[in-house]
């Protein structure tokens, strides 16, 4: 089954150019920027008219990092633009224009300038969205821009990105994922997984842009302080250059001293880490300067959907409680397992096909009162089999909920973004 990663619309306007990039396909084999360089030459370049852009890389905890970015931002009063991926129920959450997701209209606009102008020259999918989005980004003003990397960083679209527009790039968690495009064989790159990971993450490094990361593995943090050193970038690791620790209050430490700040809104131990990233990212630049007064108020605003969210009561959920998570490799299971441990819980699981179950099984195995598995619309998926002999089908997400005893145990929803959307989608909480 061919996945739909396309998205549906029910303007007549961006169906009709969601169709033109369904058709789309990334020739086998190519890598480089050669082709978005050309399209966005056709464009006007509007790469090079933005204003300050934060551009944040990583595995898992990125799309995180730029929504405290972008509530810190917002919460000191500047108008921000945001490309993120992948969608989770309406294509237009892919770009966000002076904090406002954009419209219909100017999707379908926009859209259909890119594809024309790009025509021959055969753009991929996600080549066609960041050109999209750096178009629309330039002719609407804004004080700041956030931009997440697809994936990777080296060779992703959004790493044409130049020193001129740049503020900041930033490097969260790392770990194994889409290994059959970051592991590629290739002269002249490291061959330890984690380094090769941590060398394509680190490709977004630009000569005088402060390069700001967590602490890795020490293959990756060699592979990391090399590339920032090839790039000539300024690099401030966490450990070194900054810190943050969880608590009652969070505390953060930098050149600039100490101070505490709220505990992330998000949910999960693990989003201390991500504010810390996104906070050590403003400070370690001088573009846009934020105060204390907006970190705090960003910190307690940041909403993320899909990311460890508690959903609301409604057609869906009923009145239980209920939680969701789009994670499906090891480091989200780890980060799950370790949230929900000690407590008992009912999971709805859904994943693709090539995701391991046991990333997520294993490390929710003692918390499992039962296992509900369920397909991802519009892709191949794992069957209930493959979540152990324990597991059992559901034909979709409300069959499921309403096979789970009401026992007063939270029911916990996850293994797939895709799954993540249409969760939303059925419990009318389209984000916004």
């Not at 999960?268 to 204390?292: C, F, K, S, T, Y």
Request: hydrophobic share 45%; glycine share 10%; proline share 7%.
């Amino acid at each position: 089954m061919k996945p739909l990663d396309f998205g549906r619309s029910d303007d007549p306007r961006v169906q009709a150019q969601l169709d033109r990039l369904s058709a789309l396909s990334v020739p086998q084999g190519r890598l480089g920027l050669e082709t978005i360089r050309a399209l966005l030459d056709r464009l006007g370049n509007p790469h090079r008219a933005l204003p300050p852009v934060f551009h944040v890389a990583g595995t898992n905890g990125k799309g995180s990092t730029c929504a405290f970015l972008r509530a810190m931002l917002e919460a000191e009063g500047y108008k921000v633009h945001v490309t993120t991926s992948p969608h989770l129920v309406r294509y237009n959450e892919r770009i966000r224009l002076a904090g406002e997701l954009i419209s219909d209209e100017a999707l379908a606009a926009v859209l259909a300038e890119v594809l024309d102008a790009g025509a021959d020259l055969g753009p991929s999918f996600f080549e066609v969205t960041i050109a999209a989005a750096f178009l629309a980004f330039s002719r609407v003003p804004a004080d700041a821009c956030v931009v997440e990397v697809g994936m990777g960083g080296r060779f992703d679209a959004t790493n044409v990105l130049e020193p001129e527009v740049l503020a900041a790039c930033g490097i969260a968690a790392l770990g194994l994922d889409h290994e059959r495009f970051l592991l590629a064989p290739e002269d002249g790159v490291p061959t330890e997984p984690m380094a090769r990971i941590a060398f394509e993450k680190a490709g977004i490094a630009k000569r005088g842009v402060p390069l700001v990361t967590l602490s890795y593995r020490p293959e990756s943090n060699r592979e990391v302080i090399a590339a920032a050193t090839r790039a000539g970038a300024p690099l401030a690791m966490c450990g070194d250059a900054w810190d943050v620790r969880p608590g009652a209050m969070t505390t953060y430490r930098d050149q600039a001293g100490t101070f505490t700040i709220p505990r992330p809104a998000l949910a999960g131990a693990h989003q201390v880490e991500n504010a810390g990233l996104a906070l050590a990212m403003i400070q370690h630049q001088d573009r846009v300067a934020v105060g204390p007064l907006a970190v705090a108020r960003g910190m307690r605003a940041t909403r993320w959907p899909a990311r460890m969210q508690r959903l609301k009561a409604g057609p869906l959920t009923g009145t239980r409680e209920v939680w969701l998570d789009g994670g499906h490799n090891p480091q989200a299971g780890a980060m799950l397992g370790a949230h929900f441990a000690g407590q008992r819980l009912h999971l709805v699981i859904g994943m693709i096909e090539g995701k391991d179950p046991a990333s997520l099984i294993g490390p929710l195995a003692d918390t499992l009162a039962s296992i509900t598995a369920v397909p991802v619309p519009g892709h191949d998926w794992h069957a209930a089999e493959a979540f152990g002999s324990n597991a059992r089908p559901a034909p979709d997400v409300p069959s499921a909920m309403a096979m789970i005893a009401d026992d007063g145990l939270p029911v916990l929803i996850a293994g797939s973004l895709y799954l993540a959307g249409e969760v939303l989608r059925l419990n009318d909480e389209l984000p916004d």
